[in-house]
């Protein structure tokens, strides 16, 4: 496809919600998109200048940092954690609500005062800096699951990981004990694209006027 757009979208908890708004966008996807036993990674969809990509969270941010995708939608704990100078989030899509928290063994000895912590977790940019601003040198194990299992075989004595409702926490016998940042999906855009490509400048402002819509009723 010749100067097409790719709109970079992730598998996981956010897919669900985002869809319906990128419908109300004009990005709607094909048919087989919504067939779970396909396993392509690249859908065409209604519009014939553009095509979706369907990859890990983590992936979508790097495909639009590197322009290898114009825009996409991810949540900001990912954006956070990258911090990549060329992507751009201007649209707040308030949906994909959860929070980035601390959590431990319930019951563990408190240990708010050692100077060193092991924690698991598959953001260990946030996580250092996290435990930085309190003074406190965090050792990060990265996973980039299972996270709330490692306290109890003995790889870390925290995690950092989202949650939701708690319930995963509380199943495997561990309680918040900081919240970091509250988190929510959001369209990210290759800045360079953003400046050379009027359909980028053109989306981003329908994105922002569905936002801006849904926040008002």
């Known amino acids: 496809m010749t100067n097409s757009l790719t709109f970079a979208i992730p598998k996981g908890r956010i897919l669900d919600e985002a869809l319906p708004v990128m419908a109300r966008a004009g ?29 890990r969270a983590f992936d979508v941010a790097t495909f639009v940092a590197h322009g290898a995708a114009q825009l996409g939608i991810v949540g900001s704990d990912v954006i956070e954690e ?10 707040d899509l308030d949906i994909g609500h959860c929070h980035l928290a601390v959590a431990e063994p319930k019951g563990a ?4 005062s050692a100077s060193h912590l092991r924690v698991a977790t598959k953001y260990p940019n946030i996580t250092r800096r996290h435990f930085e601003r309190m003074g406190i040198q965090a050792e990060c194990v990265k996973l980039n ?11 870390a004595g925290r995690i950092v990981d989202l949650v939701s409702t708690g319930t995963t926490l509380r199943e495997n016998g561990l309680v918040e004990t900081s919240r970091i940042m509250d988190i929510s999906a959001r369209l990210i855009v290759n800045r360079a694209a953003l400046k050379t490509d009027p359909r980028v400048a053109a989306l ?12 008002a009723a």
């Open 204 to 215: 981003v402002e329908t994105f922002r006027a569905i936002s801006e819509e849904r926040s």
């Open 145 to 155: 699951g299972a996270m709330e299992i490692a306290p109890e075989l003995g790889l």
């Open 109 to 112: 000895q408190d240990t708010g």
């Open 27 to 55: 990005v709607v996807p094909e048919d087989g998109f919504h067939d779970k036993a396909n396993r392509s990674l690249t859908f065409a969809t209604t519009r014939d200048d553009m095509r979706l990509i369907r990859v």
């Open 82 to 91: 990258f911090d990549y100078a060329e992507l751009y989030a201007p649209v």
